[in-house]
């Protein structure tokens, strides 16, 4: 998938977002949706925690590995549309931050 594609998917389903649930608007969205950031990590650290076998056997016993994809994917689709939604720009953002990253090892 390219990032264009991507940024196009993420404007499109806070657009559908917002127009399905009456409560969520400009103004809250960004509280909203670092809240549900919160319980999506959470959701992946759950299935990382079955991933390492540290479940309680219930859990370990309907665990399957496509779903830490499932919550990776999660985490970066929700990051991304609080980003929309404060209006970083993500490539930039991200282009800054791994230039910071690598000039750590000049
Ligand atoms: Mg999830």
Redesign the pocket.
């Known amino acids: 998938m390219e990032t264009d594609e991507l940024l196009k998917f993420i404007s499109q389903e806070n657009d559908r977002l917002r127009a399905y649930h009456s409560g969520l608007d400009e103004d809250n969205a960004p509280l909203i949706q670092t809240v549900k950031l919160n319980?999506?990590i959470g959701?992946?650290c759950d299935t990382v925690l079955a991933y390492d076998s540290l479940q309680r056997s219930k859990k370990l016993a309907e665990f399957e590995e496509q779903e830490i994809e499932?919550?990776v994917?999660?985490?970066i689709i929700?990051t991304l549309l609080l980003a929309d939604s404060i209006d970083v720009d993500i490539e930039e953002a991200l282009e800054n931050k791994i230039n910071a990253v690598e000039e750590r090892y000049e």
């Open positions: 319980e999506e959701e992946l499932d919550e994917a999660d985490v929700t």
